[in-house]
Antibody, heavy 118, light 107 residues
Framework: QLHLQESGPGLVKPSETLSLTCTVSGGSITSNNYYWAWMRQSPGKGLEWIGHIFYSGNTFSNPSIRSPVTMSVDTSKNQFSLKLSSVTTADTAVYYC??????????WGQGTLVTVSS | EIVLTQSPDFQSVTLKEKVTITCRASLNIGSSLHWYQQKPDQSPKLLIKYASQSISGVPSRFTGSGSGTDFTLSIDGLEPEDAATYYCHQSGIFPWSFGRGTRVEIK
């Protein structure tokens, strides 16, 4: 059974970088069949797609996300990561990682709350 | 960005009653519309993909229909465990987007 687990700081200061990692177990991140995605959810904006990445490093990201987005993959650890730089309070949300089968997220992590506050 | 408008925002329903949730897209997205169920403190769970395709393990009382700009999720005979928020999601046109959700409560 595939399992995804987000990890990272729960509190980030404004203007700093938010960094999260998703560890995948029960399946290989190097599968040619899947992309790996990040979503977030906040009371103000609801669910938002942030972006997704293939194990080769090919990425797609949402231009509506104001904070610059960087995604990467570490195939040796079966992990993929998200960085949002110069965050503001608007980036406070529950962040989810997920697997994309085709163009939809079929497996999601449990989510991790990240609060941007000084 | 494609805007997905769900209605209603909230529905209070009696057990065994039929529930209908609609999702309207601001542009034609073909059948690239999916439905998720989310319970408190849980991540979204995929219910229906590509407008009407069923998902293994999801009860058959959940069905989807529609194409283009108008879509519907139906729950044929509400069960207690169906109390949740339901979201539509489009992956037909970048950037992908979600509806604001419909909360279903058991009356």
């Amino acid at each position: 059974q595939l399992h995804l687990q987000e990890s990272g700081p729960g509190l980030v200061k404004p203007s700093e970088t938010l960094s999260l990692t998703c560890t995948v177990s029960g399946g290989s991140i190097t599968s040619n069949n899947y992309y790996w995605a990040w979503m977030r959810q906040s009371p103000g904006k609801g669910l938002e797609w942030i972006g997704h990445i293939f194990y080769s490093g090919n990425t797609f990201s949402n231009p509506s996300i104001r904070s610059p987005v960087t995604m990467s993959v570490d195939t040796s650890k079966n992990q993929f990561s998200l960085k949002l730089s110069s965050v503001t309070t608007a980036d406070t949300a529950v962040y989810y990682c997920a697997r994309l089968d085709g163009w939809l997220a079929d497996y999601w992590g449990q989510g991790t709350l990240v609060t941007v506050s000084s | 960005e494609i805007v997905l408008t769900q209605s209603p925002d909230f529905q209070s329903v009696t057990l065994k009653e039929k529930v209908t949730i609609t999702c309207r897209a601001s542009l034609n997205i073909g059948s690239s519309l999916h439905w998720y169920q989310q319970k408190p403190d849980q991540s979204p769970k995929l219910l229906i993909k590509y407008a009407s395709q069923s998902i293994s393990g999801v009860p058959s009382r959940f069905t989807g229909s529609g194409s283009g700009t108008d879509f519907t999720l139906s729950i044929d005979g509400l069960e207690p465990e169906d109390a949740a928020t339901y979201y539509c999601h489009q992956s037909g046109i970048f950037p992908w987007s979600f509806g604001r959700g419909t909360r279903v409560e058991i009356k």
